[in-house]
Each structure stands twice: as structure tokens, then as C-alpha cells.
């Protein structure tokens, strides 16, 4: 098993396309890095952020003073103000002006890395049947199971390779960029219940990171289920890259059926637990890990009956 | 133990979706020989070799590789077998020496030094580190034979082995095959519709047409074998006249004229009969020869005349 999962990362890492990806993933990270830190520093609001927080208490107080500030609002400044006050009394300052603000920026190309490994999964199975090099592969005292659970365990050290990548640069080149000043910063938010919390920014970030990582896996899995099944790399590739950004899209529409919270998308984001905003109410994070559980298990079924049985013929 | 058969087919059919591929197909290939499968397209032979190498399941009845189940102990019958079915299509991005290596680590016990003495057996020293990508198709063939001989196999199988190789490629895998099973005592199944190649190659072959076996024989049987009159070809002239001489001869069969000559069936001794009186007749006779009849011939009789190729 070991010895199959070194001959498909042979086969990843032996190829251009696997580097360019790479590269990519860190040219993207660099890039809004540095554009990020250019007008971070450019347009600098004047005074200390002491100063800064007190004026920006001001006008929310002002705010909500005001008549027409719809209830919504009212709550989100109050929160505002809470974690202000909070900072401001224990002298934590906020993220912005500090390495955290760009490496919390670049949390945000996980979405990129779900990208390459979709691109990877898609064509790790499909790819071997289009190169006929699937003949070779299967004649060998392997079974098939575990040829498949080799080359899925690739895909997702792939993902994790990338995942790492993303936290080494983006902590590096923004620490480089801010002198890597207070990286001990902690977070400073307000919980549901308007509780504050201060957290660890590098446990914040892991967290956003796995969250995230969550709809990769998924993501991943569909791809690795359509290249078993339909033995096209382009089908694939295209149908999970369709789905990754026209699936919330999609939710949207159907968002006031009820069974719509069933469907894979409506449950793929769980950071929507963390601020408190389920798709639709009375959904809970268990409910939604259940339903992932459920399609998890459903497309690795699939994969595994599809691509055990099949007769290769060309 | 060279008595045992190294495979055994036992009933077997293939069918996909109403069709009947494979047809109740039974024989045994015997230790240490070179086996062909012969048939037109479409007769299955190829379908017979997948089912073999675990690529299509088996419909019904079983196949046995040195004893060991195919559908139910897959892993250890397959851990004889080394094959190329059709193209060797390997890994283009992948140096050619990786690809070994690639292959090497999916079976047990095989050492880095034997992957060097399969790359010197098969004369890619010079260029096993470039990228499958540039080599030649011949190149590539060999390399296919490089992976389906690194585990030491006691059973070879090559579907198609000769498809677009030239005259010299083709002679040399031939040579090669031969060296195999003489040295090693590798036994060999090969398949093809090109006749004239498995004429050169095989010791025996199997005939498919239809999904169904044909026979069963060795190869020197095979083309010698038939009535115990022959065809012979006289060169005779004038023809004419040669003609009419025999045509009420007795003992001797049908006579007609082809384009070198003619073509007379009768027994091996009614020969100097047929000369004598020739000579007789003041025909002269330039030449006597026994006509074989080759493979192909054979072939055509017993599949019914279905287009070859």
C-alpha cells in the first residue's frame, strides 16, 4: 500500500503541471500579499489606533442614535463597540496594520487549492484509462480497492501539501513585509451570545483553514467519483469546478424549499456556524456534518462499485 | 510438473449485454511453449486475454493460471503473469527507467539490480533515462517487455505483440520470444491475426472464430496435416498437352492449370507414374514440387473462408 501511494506521487510530482500549480498557489499568495501591504501603508489613517477606535465609538454611538438605522445594523455596531471598548480597555489592537491582516486575507485562497486538486483528481483516474496506461496498472497482484485508495490518499496529501504551502508563505512573506511585529497578537470577537472572546490568531487561522478544508475534501471526492465513473478527465474536471462555484449560486435560488437543506452545497461552507448564520434557520453544525457524512460516504461508495467492476476494453 | 497445464479454461463466457463475446471457450496451455491465439477480429481473442488478466471480469466457468483462481485469488495468479495487452502504453512523462520503477514497486521482491538487468536484457541502457515521451515505437515495445519480464514471470502474454512494429522489429521480438522460453523456460501466449507471423512463431496454437474454439493443435500438424493425397505443381510444357495427358489418368485427382504450371492432386506415389508418362508424351518437365499447404489455407478452411485481417 505504502509502495502505491509512492508510485502516484511519482507520477504527481514528476509532472510540470503539478510545480506550475505550486507555483501558482504561491505567486497568488505573494501577490495579494504585497498589493494588500502596499496600500496598507500608503493610505495609513492618521493617529494612533487608539485614536482611531475612540473616533470610530463616535459615530457608531452616533449611529445609533439615528432613527433611521434599521434593528440589523443596531446589533452588528453594538458588537462593534464591544469589542472596541474591550480593546481599547485591555490594549489589544486590531488586525489591520499588522502581518495578521494579510495572512487572514490569504486564508481565503483555500479556494484555489480546492481548485488544483480537483484538477488533479479529476484526471488521476480518467487520465489512466485516456493513456491506456490503466492496462498496465491493473495487471499487477494489487487489488483494485487498493489502487483506488492509494491514488485518493495522493489526492488529499496533494491538497494538504498545498494547505502548508499557503500557511508557510503567506506567514512568511507578511511577517517579512511587517517585520513580523506582533505576531503574538490575539483575536478579539464577540460570540453569539455577544460574550467576548479572545483567541489565539494562529488557532483562528488553522480553524478557517480546516473548515475550508472540509469543502476541498468534498469537492475532491465528487471529482475523484466522476473520473471513476465516467473515465473523462475533461467531464470531471469541468462538472466539479462548475459545482465549486455555481453550487452556491444555485443553493440561493432554492433556499426557501425545505428540502433544500439536503443538498450538498447548502452544507458545505461550515464556517457559517461560526458567525451564527445557518443557511436556513434551525439548521445546526451536527445536522450539516451528518449530511456531509451521508454524501462522503455516498461518493466513495460509488467510486469504489464503479471502478472494481468495470471491464477495461478499449 | 511441466505435465500440469500453466493455464486452464474451463467453460468460459463473456457475455456483454445480449451478446455471446466468449463461448463456452475450454483448453489447457501447456509448460514452457509458445501458444497462439488465432482468429479474426472479432473472435474474441483479445476479450479471452483480458478475462485472463483480470481487465474484464469472467462471465461464467473459470480460469486457472498455475493453478490459482483468477476470480477468486486474483493476487496470486496474477503474480506469475507479466503482459502487454495491445499498445505497452506507459507513463510518456515519466523517464523510461521510472516506469520500471513504477512497476517494480507493485510487486514484492524486486531489486533495483534486477530492473537494470531487464534494461540491458532489453538494449535501453543508452536511453532508459529520457522521458517515454521521446522514444520510438520500437523503443516503447521493448520497454513493454521490460515491464512484463522484471518479476520474473512464468507466464508471458502479449495481445497483438507485432501491431506496428516494421519487418526487423517484428523478427526480433520472434528471436526474442524464442530465447525466453528456450532459456527459461517462460511459456508464452501470443495473439494474432497475422498468420504468416504466428506460423514463424508458434509451437501450437489455438483457433478462435465467433467466440467459439476452433481446434486445438500443434503447429507442424497443423499445416502439414490433411489427406493423404497432396497437391503437387509440375512445370510442364507445353501445358496443353500435359494437360490432356493426365486428365484420364487414373489414380490421380483434379488437375488444372495454374499460373506456374499445373496443379495435380494424387498421391505422393503416383509421382513417377505421372513423370513416366509425361516423358512419354514427349512433354518436357522442368520441375516437380510438393505443394504445403500453408496456415493460411488451413486457416481459411476451417473458419469458413472469413475475411483474415
Not at chain 1, 452588528?76 to 489589544?92: E, G, K, P, S
Not at chain 1, 439536503?262 to 452544507?267: D, E, G, P, R, S
Not at chain 2, 496456415?295 to 475475411?307: K, P, S
Request: glycine share 8%.
Amino acid at each position: 500500500m505504502v509502495n502505491l501511494i509512492l508510485n502516484e506521487n511519482m507520477k504527481l510530482y514528476r509532472r510540470w503541471r503539478t510545480w506550475i500549480m505550486v507555483g501558482l498557489m504561491i505567486g497568488a499568495v505573494l501577490l495579494g500579499s504585497i498589493v494588500e501591504w502596499y496600500y496598507d501603508t500608503k493610505e495609513a489613517p492618521e493617529g494612533t489606533w487608539q485614536e482611531q477606535l475612540t473616533e470610530e465609538n463616535r459615530q457608531y454611538a452616533a449611529n445609533l442614535n439615528d432613527p433611521d438605522t434599521e434593528e440589523e445594523n443596531k446589533t452588528y455596531i453594538q458588537r462593534q463597540m464591544t469589542v472596541n471598548d474591550y480593546r481599547l480597555a485591555h490594549d489589544i489592537r486590531p488586525e489591520s496594520g499588522t502581518m495578521w491582516d494579510g495572512i487572514n486575507g490569504s486564508a481565503e485562497l483555500v479556494v484555489l487549492i480546492t481548485l488544483f486538486t480537483v484538477i488533479v483528481a479529476g484526471d488521476s483516474l480518467a487520465g489512466e484509462f485516456t493513456s491506456g496506461t490503466i492496462k498496465l496498472l491493473l495487471i499487477r497482484p494489487a487489488s483494485r480497492l487498493k489502487i483506488l485508495l492509494s491514488k485518493y490518499i495522493s489526492m488529499l496529501m496533494f491538497g494538504l501539501l498545498l494547505l502548508v504551502i499557503l500557511f508557510v508563505v503567506s506567514v512568511m512573506v507578511n511577517g517579512l513585509l511587517y517585520q513580523f511585529q506582533h505576531m503574538g497578537l490575539q483575536l478579539v470577537t464577540v460570540d453569539g451570545q455577544g460574550q467576548i472572546v479572545e483567541r489565539n490568531m494562529f488557532a483562528n487561522l488553522w480553524q478557517s483553514y480546516l473548515l475550508n478544508g472540509v469543502s476541498t475534501i468534498m469537492f475532491v471526492t465528487m471529482a475523484f467519483m466522476i473520473s471513476a465513473a465516467f473515465r473523462s478527465s475533461a467531464m470531471a474536471i469541468g462538472f466539479s469546478i462548475f459545482a465549486l462555484f455555481a453550487g452556491t449560486l444555485l443553493t440561493e435560488f432554492i433556499r426557501r424549499y425545505e428540502w433544500s437543506k439536503y443538498v450538498l452545497f447548502a452544507n458545505i461552507d461550515l464556517s457559517a456556524y461560526l458567525v451564527g448564520r445557518p443557511y436556513q434557520e434551525g439548521m445546526t453544525l451536527a445536522f450539516s456534518i451528518a449530511v456531509l457524512a451521508a454524501y462522503f460516504i455516498v461518493f466513495n461508495l460509488v467510486s469504489w462499485l464503479v471502478f472494481t467492476r468495470r471491464d477495461v476494453a478499449s | 510438473m511441466s505435465q500440469e497445464p500453466i493455464v486452464s479454461l474451463r467453460g468460459v463466457t463473456k457475455k456483454i449485454g445480449r451478446a455471446t463475446i466468449i463461448d463456452n471457450l475450454s483448453f489447457d496451455v501447456p509448460q514452457g511453449e509458445i501458444f497462439g491465439f488465432l482468429g479474426p477480429n472479432g473472435a474474441g481473442k483479445t476479450t479471452t486475454i483480458r478475462m485472463m488478466v483480470g481487465l474484464m471480469s469472467i462471465g461464467e466457468g473459470e480460469i486457472r493460471i498455475k493453478g490459482k483462481n483468477v476470480k477468486s485469488e486474483f493476487e496470486q495468479a496474477i503474480r506469475h503473469v507479466g503482459a502487454i495487452v495491445e499498445n505497452p502504453e506507459m507513463y510518456k512523462f515519466l523517464s523510461g527507467y521510472h516506469n520500471l520503477i513504477h512497476f517494480a514497486r507493485m510487486i514484492p521482491g524486486i531489486s533495483k539490480q534486477r530492473i537494470d538487468e531487464v534494461v540491458s536484457l532489453v538494449k535501453l541502457e543508452n536511453r532508459i533515462h529520457d522521458k517515454v515521451g521521446k522514444y520510438s515505437l520500437g523503443m516503447r515495445q521493448r520497454l513493454g517487455v521490460a515491464q512484463a519480464l522484471l518479476h520474473k514471470p512464468s507466464l508471458l502474454i502479449l495481445d497483438e505483440p507485432t501491431n506496428g512494429l516494421d519487418p526487423a522489429g517484428i523478427r526480433e521480438l520472434r528471436d526474442y520470444l524464442r530465447q525466453l522460453t528456450r532459456r527459461e523456460g517462460i511459456t508464452v501466449i501470443v495473439s494474432s491475426h497475422l498468420l504468416s507471423e504466428m506460423e514463424l512463431m508458434c509451437d501450437r496454437v489455438a483457433i478462435l472464430n465467433k467466440g467459439k474454439l476452433v481446434d486445438v493443435k500443434l503447429i507442424g500438424d497443423f499445416i502439414g496435416a490433411g489427406d493423404a493425397s497432396q497437391t503437387f505443381l509440375i512445370e510442364a510444357l507445353p501445358s496443353e498437352r500435359a494437360l490432356a495427358a493426365l486428365s484420364d489418368m487414373e489414380g490421380v485427382g483434379a488437375v488444372h492449370r495454374a499460373p506456374e504450371g499445373l496443379e495435380v492432386t494424387a498421391e505422393r506415389d503416383r509421382i513417377p507414374e505421372i513423370v513416366e508418362r509425361l516423358v512419354r508424351n514427349d512433354i518436357r518437365i522442368y520441375g516437380v514440387r510438393a505443394r504445403q499447404q500453408s496456415l493460411e489455407d488451413r486457416f481459411l478452411e476451417m473458419t469458413g473462408g472469413e475475411q483474415i485481417g
